[in-house]
């Protein structure tokens, strides 16, 4: 299976201020067709996982666009421009170039 | 608009079998794969296994290969997920989440905590 690293796990932001999660897939997540399946999703405490990016940089509709997504290969990031207090929560980027598809560890976003 | 609706949470004992539904709406049900997630408590996200609606066809990963069983029911547009032989480490919340892309999950259920004690 393919493993993904996620750092830090954990992330104290000051409001107001860029943060940025990284994560490492164990090989390339380069697809046949030349795209990266790489997505990332936001979990606010007691709610479902929501997705955030997906095909390496894409935003969904409804996120705004201090979020963005970046990376090659095998490093991706995922960062914020401007951290506000509705960012809180858990962080995670998975793969989908090979089933089973897998998530990182995870990183947890607060407040300082 | 697109929805998930997971059945209510469950307490079972060690070795018995539990299945957690998902109704879809909002989209043609055959169109989207449907894959189920699990989170234990404090713990990350799994993914347990996957199913095209339109054949029935799933795939389970590995870990859990004989315990899980994935099925839909088109007339009610209803994905099912069960796993058997129940241990205390299976104590989580059990999520769908919709495929639209690979890796794309785009629409999630709102989760079901299946408690595991004897």
């Known amino acids: 299976d393919v493993v993904m690293t996620q750092s830090p796990l954990s992330l104290p932001v000051t409001l107001g201020q860029p943060a940025s999660i990284s994560c490492r897939s164990s090989?390339?997540?380069?697809?046949?067709?030349?795209?990266?399946?790489l997505s990332w999703f936001q979990q606010r405490p007691g709610q479902s996982p929501r997705r955030l990016i997906y095909?390496?940089?894409d935003r969904d509709s409804g996120v705004p666009d201090r979020f963005s997504g970046s990376g090659s290969g095998t490093d991706f990031t995922l960062r914020i421009t401007r951290v506000e207090a509705d960012d809180v929560g858990l962080y995670y980027c998975?793969?989908?170039?090979?089933?089973?598809?897998?998530f990182g560890q995870g990183t947890k976003l607060e407040i300082k | 608009q697109v929805h998930l609706e997971q059945s209510g949470a469950e307490v079972k004992k060690p070795g018995a079998s539990v299945k957690v539904s998902c109704k879809a709406s909002?989209?043609?049900?055959?169109?989207?794969?449907m894959h189920w997630v699990r989170q234990a408590p404090g713990e990350g996200l799994e993914l347990m296994g996957i199913?095209?609606?339109?054949?029935?066809?799933?795939s389970s990963a590995q870990k859990f290969e004989g315990r899980l069983t994935m099925t839909r029911d088109t007339s009610t547009s209803t994905f099912y997920m069960e796993l058997s032989s129940l241990k205390s480490e299976d104590t989580a919340v059990y999520y769908c989440?919709?495929?639209?892309?690979?890796?794309?999950?785009?629409?999630w259920g709102q989760g079901t905590l299946v408690t595991v004690s004897s």
């Open positions: 095909k390496l940089s």
């Open positions: 199913i095209n609606p339109s054949s029935g066809i799933t």
């Open positions: 090989q390339s997540l380069v697809y046949s067709d030349g795209n990266i399946y």
């Open positions: 998975m793969q989908g170039k090979t089933w089973p598809y897998t």
């Open positions: 909002g989209y043609t049900f055959t169109s989207h794969y």
């Open positions: 989440a919709r495929e639209t892309l690979r890796g794309d999950f785009d629409d």
